[in-house]
């Protein structure tokens, strides 16, 4: 009857190798050819180690099997990290185009509303002129009002002599 998978572990156990015992290749379960070029591939990276703290761009350690195959991707962007000392305060930014419409629209509308405050746009002309037409009505209304009330005030006045 088989065993599955692992046949030659009869105590059902797996025992797994440390990472000091893959890098010395002293690890049971892989085959020899690759100890070989594990060993070819430590000496390249420990040159590639040296060149790297010339350069310092990578600081980062390689997780896995990152550290062995160096895979670039041209569309990945690199996030720049820039530090407080680095950044130039009177460096001006460029703005999109639709930034700079939205803030010269903004800029309009407010000086259009100052305008409108001092009555200068044709606008506030003829809402001026109708507030004026308005208030003149209202004020001849209530002349009106104040001699039919005189008037009243005589009727009963003389109704009651």
């Known amino acids: ?3 599955g ?3 030659g572990k009869p105590t059902g156990r797996r025992q797994f190798s440390t990472p000091e015992q893959m890098m010395a290749g002293t690890s049971a379960s892989r ?4 100890k070989k070029e594990e060993a070819e591939v430590v000496e390249d990276e420990r ?3 040296e060149s790297e703290e010339e350069s310092e761009d990578e600081s980062e350690k390689m997780k896995g099997a990152q550290g062995v195959i160096r895979i670039e991707n041209p569309n ?3 996030p ?3 530090k407080a000392r680095d950044l130039d305060i009177e460096k001006t930014t460029e703005l999109s185009r639709r930034e700079r419409e939205e803030i010269e ?12 405050e001092q009555g200068k746009t044709d606008q506030a002309k003829k809402d001026l002129e109708r507030l004026a037409l308005i208030r003149q009505q209202r004020a001849e209304a209530a002349k009106k009002r104040e001699e ?3 008037v009243k005030e005589q009727k009963k006045t003389e109704a009651r002599k």
């Open 76 to 78: 990945l962007a690199k």
């Open 1 to 3: 009857m088989g065993r």
């Open 5 to 7: 998978k692992f046949k």
């Open 31 to 34: 085959p020899r050819t690759f």
């Open 47 to 49: 040159s590639d180690e």
């Open 105 to 116: 629209k903004q800029q309009a509308h407010e000086r259009f509303m100052k305008l409108q």
């Open 80 to 82: 720049k990290n820039l």
């Open 148 to 150: 039919e009330k005189a």
